[in-house]
């Protein structure tokens, strides 16, 4: 909807959003993605459904990779014209609203979309398509379990004539997704993986064991298996659901960016997009919210690599170079408190490499470390590490609030 077609409520809402975000971002506060969204919705509480209507949607949510992919849709469909989107990560309704009123009139948008809040950004955005990425646990002392976050998800899906993008070799993602097949939704099944395994050994549907075989799994009682994907990855490319190939030559690291760009792919392909036209736009992304990003500081060429939670760090591990390797972990409210989570993390990948380790919890990681026989060294702060390592280059894997502390720390040498 055009700000003009806006009722003078949301017309005021968004004039007010608008500056909020602007005026943040000019003090240093931030990127103002939250507090423009949160002031416009204090003045219309159902401002971000007056901003969605009039035009076509995409939501991405899922525990991990969200960021990654929605950028990539966001991409992908710029080719049919401009796209609203969340591209820093606000991905509650404060962010969407902000996003949306930043944007001004677009055709299209595509939404990052916190698992934990789909049913209501699916009922006020009223989305074209959804993709579903994964399920699996994340920060232990607020998140919800994750058979329940699937549940949700399964009873927020039915009925809302839109299309399902989803991870075929998630079983908590294709039982969530049945109920809305029952009922007629449309569904695209896409061979993104599934890396991290504990969280989906029993079948939400019955209790019974899934049974893994290669690629395909299985619930050994029930009628739970995985779908036949319709898009999948071939060795640095993609196949879409006619059969072709398409070589995607991205800058991102990891099958797991294969993995989203596929996803990203089939989710333009709803909108009209032929891959062929948007595989070129993939390549262009080089970093997102300073994830990937490569920076080279006195002879040192060191990657940034976020990593949140048990799934993200396992993905971490295979995107990372056997080279020195810091890793960095707090438990700041964005982290989430509880550490424990490490202790279903396999960091035996990491033996062999020189690894050093930092942030307000590195004694928590020391000790996980000591269990899996991998050895590392201590450093009080990045710059001692940076100080410690030959020039060449420097891996860098920290969960949120470590990993912005790099960056400002980087961003201060600059």
């Known amino acids: 909807m055009t700000d003009n077609k806006l009722p003078m409520r949301a017309k005021l809402a968004t004039s007010l959003s608008r500056g909020a975000a ?61 796209v609203a989107t969340n591209s820093l990560g606000a991905n509650m309704p404060t962010g969407h609203t902000s996003a949306l009123a930043k944007a001004g009139a677009t055709p299209y948008a595509v939404l990052e979309v916190d698992e934990h809040y789909l049913k209501q950004v699916l009922d006020q955005t009223q989305p074209k398509v959804v993709a579903l990425l994964n399920l699996s646990r994340d920060q232990l002392d607020r998140a919800k379990e994750v058979a329940m976050m699937a549940a949700l998800w399964r009873d927020a899906l039915p009925g809302r004539g839109l299309h399902i993008v989803a991870n075929a070799d998630d079983p908590m993602v294709v039982w969530a997704v049945g109920k809305a097949i029952a009922d007629g ?43 036949a994907p319709h898009w999948t990855i071939s060795g640095e490319g993609v196949v879409d659901d006619t059969g072709t190939y398409h070589h995607v030559l991205l800058q991102l690291p990891g099958r797991v960016n294969r993995a989203n760009a596929a996803t990203a792919l089939a989710v333009a392909a709803q909108f009209g997009v032929a891959p062929a036209k948007a595989v070129p736009e993939l390549a262009k992304v080089a970093s997102v919210a300073g994830r990937y990003a490569v920076v080279v500081r006195d002879g040192r060429t060191i990657r940034l690599l976020l990593a949140k939670n048990p799934a993200g760090w ?40 020189r690894v050093l380790i930092t942030g307000d919890r590195a004694m928590d990681l020391a000790v996980r470390l000591e269990v899996n026989e991998v050895r590392f060294e201590h450093v009080r702060s990045f710059g001692q590490a940076l100080s410690l390592v030959p020039p060449g280059r420097l891996e860098v894997i920290a969960n949120y609030t470590a990993f912005q502390d790099i960056r400002a720390e980087l961003d201060r040498v600059n």
């Open 22 to 82: 602007a005026l943040s971002r000019a003090t240093g506060r931030g990127d103002g993605s939250v507090i423009g969204g949160r002031i416009g919705l204090m003045i219309d509480p159902n401002l971000l459904a007056e901003l969605a209507a009039g035009r076509q949607i995409a939501l991405v949510s899922g525990t991990n990779g969200k960021t990654t992919t929605t950028r990539l849709t966001a991409a992908a469909m710029g080719v049919l014209g401009p």
């Open 314 to 353: 396992l993905e971490s591990f295979d995107m990372a170079e056997d080279v020195p390797t810091l890793l960095s972990i707090n438990a700041r409210d964005p982290d989430g408190l509880d550490t424990s989570w490490l202790y279903d993390v396999d960091f035996s990948p990491l033996r062999g490499r």
């Open 185 to 227: 939704t449309g569904v695209t099944w896409v061979a993104a993986g599934q890396r991290f395994h504990d969280d989906s050994w029993v079948c939400p549907e019955c209790g019974g064991s899934i049974e893994r075989n290669g690629e395909q799994w299985a619930c050994v009682e029930g009628n739970l298996s995985r779908p």
